[in-house]
């Protein structure tokens, strides 16, 4: 007789997505559900199901048909981890929260920011994205806020979480101070805007607010047995990629 608690359904469903997946050798699922402005991933680990990032606003209903096409029409969330507050990674939480009852998890540093629906945009780190900011400040002064929500665990230290022991989750301040990445089964992490990979050749984010902690975040990840690191903007990024982008910019050569 069959035992159809064998069976992972998600992981089923998913055979027929186009969308990109990885899958740990201890069959921990990550989808990326959303790519175009910044990137939503899906982790299916125990039969839970773990969102990590939201994007932004306009894109919920693309995100959502996505998330039915990976798991069924019904889904459920279990959890939402965000990387860190900023408008283009939250402003979806608190309509997933109210949609699909996902709990929301965020770093204490950022608590705050997620309550009010207002996190301050992070310092420009290099002259095109100084020149971005200037101008989002004339044309767009309203961003940076979105619709407040109540976050339901906070971290305050490096942990695993009970729910999930494939899981880790860093402080990985610099781009912002409550920044995190999700390490996923020591064999790959998900990393926010603490690497971005939108152009190939370079992963140094556009915006930090906190530099000298950002490398040494980066030194955090490097120190982990990751091999493939996954940012919130852009295509995945190697390891080796990383320690070269570090001594780069270390001088540590
Ligand atoms: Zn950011
Ligand atoms: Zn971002």
């Known amino acids: 007789m069959i035992n159809f608690q064998c069976f992972n359904f998600p992981f089923l469903f998913s055979i027929f997505t186009h969308m990109k997946r990885w899958t740990t050798t201890n069959n921990t699922v990550i989808f990326r ?3 175009k402005r910044s990137n ?5 680990c125990d039969s839970l199901n773990i969102l ?3 994007s ?7 995100i959502t048909e996505n998330l039915k096409e990976i798991l069924d029409p019904g889904f459920s969330l279990d959890y939402l981890i965000l990387t860190h507050t900023h408008f283009d990674h939250c ?4 309509r997933l929260k109210e949609e699909y009852g996902c709990e929301i998890i965020v770093h204490k540093a950022e608590a705050d920011y997620l309550q009010r629906g207002a996190s301050p945009l992070p310092k420009a780190t290099m002259w095109i994205s100084r020149l971005v900011l200037r101008l989002q400040r004339i044309f767009l002064p309203e961003i940076g806020q979105y619709d407040p929500v109540e976050p339901d665990i906070l971290i305050e230290q490096d942990q695993t979480p009970s729910f999930c ?3 880790r989750i860093l402080h990985t301040p ?3 101070v409550g920044s995190i990445c999700v390490i996923v089964d020591q064999e790959i992490a998900l990393v926010g805007d603490t690497l971005f990979r939108v152009v190939k050749r370079f992963i140094y984010p556009p915006f930090a607010d906190q530099p000298v902690n950002l490398m040494q975040s980066w030194n955090k990840l490097l120190n982990t047995p990751c091999k493939l ?7 995945m990024i190697e390891q080796e990629k990383l320690t070269e982008q570090y001594e780069r910019h270390t001088g540590d050569r």
């Open 33 to 35: 559900v959303f790519e």
């Open 40 to 44: 939503v991933y899906l982790i299916v």
């Open 52 to 54: 990590v990032d939201t």
């Open 56 to 62: 932004r606003k306009a894109y919920y209903k693309e």
């Open 91 to 94: 402003e979806n939480a608190r």
């Open 165 to 167: 022991k494939s899981l």
């Open 174 to 176: 610099g781009h912002s």
């Open 229 to 235: 690191f996954l940012p919130g903007h852009g295509h």
